[in-house]
Every structure is written in C-alpha cells, then in structure tokens.
C-alpha cells in the first residue's frame, strides 16, 4: 500500500514538472527569454538591443520618438509703452478756449469724441480732419500727430486722448489657471509669466504643466518648469496671443511583474527608465526579475535607418539588467518615450517554486488520504 502512495506521488510530481516543461503554468507576467527570442538568432519582426553604456552613445544619434516638436520663441526687448492697435478704442477731449471755434458752443471748453476704434487701416475718423493714422503709435505720439492735424482748424486748442484696448491689445488665457479670461497689455513689455500671474498662476493640481501658445495660426510649446528654470524663454506676447495651460498628455504602461500594472503620466520633461521603475513601484520582490526589465517602443518608418543612424526596424525592444552598475547607470540614462510600455518580467525562480508548492501540496493530500484509509 505504501508503495502504490509513493508511486502516486511520483506521478503526480511528474504531470507537474511536466506541465512546467509545457510551460502552461499559471503565471502573471511572461519570462524574459519568451519576449526577447531575438537574441537567439531566431527571425523576428522586431529588434531587440540591450541599454549599456555603449549602446546610449549609438541611441543618442537616433532620431526623437517623440511627437511633433513643439519649437518655441526665446524672450527679447520690447517698448515700455502702450501702442495702439487695430481695435482699440480712442476716447478723445478736445480743450479749447476761443469764443469761435469751429469744435465747441460758446462758453464751452472741452468736446469729447468717445468710442473712436481704430479702422482695419489703422485710422480714425475726425470731424473737420479726416482719416488720420494712429495703429503703431503710442499715445504720446498719436497725441502729438492729433494735436498737429487739429491745430489747423482750432490753433489754439489742447489735445487730451485715452485708450481702451481692444482685441489687438489683449491676449486670452484659457485654462489651467484660477483666473482665465482676456487680459488687455499694458506695454509691449508684457511676458507670458506676466500673464500667468495676472490669471492668478497655475493651477496645482496639474502633472507637468505644460503652455501652449497660440500665435497667428502656429502653435508653440515648452513646460512651466523650463520657464522657471530658464527666465530667457520667458517671450514676450503679441496682441491677439491665446495661451494655454494644461497637463502633460504623455504616459507610459506598466505591465507584469511590476509593483503597479497602470498607465502612468509624465512627471517631468524628461522620464528616465529609472524614474519609470520608481513611479511603478519597482519590481515585486520574490517574483519580478531585475535582470529582465524590458521597454517596448514603436518607431514611425520615417525614422528608419540602415546606416545604424536609427532602428533598423520600427518596433523595438530595450532590455535593462538592473543587477549591475553598468545596468542601473544606463537606465538613469534611458529616456521613456510617449507610450513606451515597460514590462518587468517574472523569474524563471518563480516557476520553479510554483512546481514545488504543487508537489508539496500533492505529498499533503496523499498524506492525507493515508491518514483516512488508516
């Protein structure tokens, strides 16, 4: 009797070790070696190249991953003054004291042209004078060029003038602030943290700010932290200008043996494999394998490249061995891209106590069965 138990046992242990060989045994992330079949030398539709020290000087010369480049537009000096612009709206006083001017009643002093916008040619219209020229000018010079055209017909009067501005001296915020809304520019000295502030600064809730200028159909981009970091890319803005704070959009997954499985955002401008490993949690103790952290990235056929100057095919798999300093000190060095998915593989070690929790788990119920047949 004690015999046909063991032999029991023994087949079970070998259905086991059987079912490993399969490799049908229950698992949550694949082994390295199943996704990185490359290296083997069997033909596979993508590449497979190891991130060392070496291999990043090849990488630098590869072309972006990323989406379109967003350029943007280094500060520079602007005027210190207001100048008027299509749009605006002149409100204009007109003092004069003689008895027979051609503009006032007698005994009046003063006469007011109000609500005065500046025509698409950049004029305006005054009574006696006709179209007169003032887009482009501060108001210092436009009251000067209105009291000359003036002088003609009422020499001795006084020009006083005054602005609202309109929509070619205001730029809209949208977004991403406490305050959004249209802010009219004071001077042409007015940068776009100038008007972040005014909108009562960004909004903290938001992962990696990012603005968006809108400018005459063309769009430019950088992150808030670049233009803490670099006061000289703090552009000076145009009227009719249309920012936009918002979220980094950019994130990479985590699958497998991973301490989270998610889609996680871009902290930062730029996200090492080493951040990515930090923000997932790192690798699962007892289950991921360290050695086998794998990156899957996919490349547009226009980056292609025979010359080694790019990937040679357009999906490619980086693996990162963090068990060694050459491994870590690359992955601090490795750049995620948007959607990158980083995949930490499960130890081969895993499957094996598995297989042994299956044939401990078979000893105890024949252990058990013995104990009832006795």
């Not at 991953?65 to 500060?75: N, S, T, V």
């Not at 108001?139 to 501005?165: F, G």
């Not at 394998?289 to 080694?308: I, K, M, T």
């Amino acid at each position: 009797m004690a015999y046909s138990r063991i032999r029991g046992v023994l087949a079970c242990a070998l259905i086991v070790f059987g079912l490993a060989g399969c490799e049908v045994l229950p698992r949550g992330a694949a082994v390295e070696r199943e996704i990185v079949k490359a290296a083997t030398g069997e033909p596979t539709d993508f590449a497979v190249h190891a991130v060392t020290r070496d291999f990043l000087a090849d990488l630098a010369a590869w072309p972006n991953p990323q989406a379109a480049h967003l350029g943007w537009i280094p500060a520079s000096g602007g005027a210190r003054t207001q100048v008027i612009a299509v749009g605006d709206t002149l409100e204009i006083t007109i003092w004069d004291s003689s008895d027979s001017s051609l503009l006032s009643t007698p005994g009046q002093r003063a006469v007011q042209i109000q609500a005065l916008e500046v025509a698409p040619d950049g004029t305006i219209f005054l009574p006696y004078v006709g179209d007169t020229r003032v887009a482009g000018m501060t108001l210092q010079v436009a009251r000067q060029t209105l009291q000359e055209a003036i002088n003609p017909i009422v020499p001795s009067s006084q020009v006083q003038l005054a602005m609202a501005e309109g929509r070619g001296n205001s730029v809209d915020l949208i977004g991403g602030v406490a305050a959004p809304g249209s802010y009219p520019m004071p001077d042409r000295n007015f940068t776009l943290l100038n008007l972040i502030a005014l909108g009562g600064g960004v909004q903290t809730a938001l992962t990696n700010p990012q603005v968006r200028l809108i400018r005459a159909g063309d769009i430019y981009g950088t992150s808030i932290a670049r233009l803490y970091a670099n006061p000289q890319l703090d552009t000076l803005l145009r009227g009719g200008d249309r920012v936009i704070v918002e979220e980094d959009r950019r994130y990479f997954l985590s699958l497998g043996a991973a301490g989270q499985q998610n889609q996680h955002r871009f902290v930062q401008d730029e996200l090492s494999a080493l951040d990515a490993i930090s923000i997932i949690g790192g690798v699962q103790s007892g289950r991921g394998n360290p050695g086998g952290v794998l990156v899957l990235r996919e490349y547009p056929q226009s980056a292609l490249r025979l010359d080694g100057a790019g990937p040679d095919q357009s999906r490619v798999v980086f693996t990162l061995d963090l068990t060694s300093a050459d491994g870590l000190f690359s992955a601090r060095n490795f750049h995620l891209a948007q959607g990158d998915l980083v995949l930490v593989t499960e130890s081969p070690i895993t499957s094996v106590q598995t297989i042994f929790g299956l044939v401990g788990a078979v000893f105890g119920l024949a252990n058990q069965s013995s104990s009832l047949a006795n």
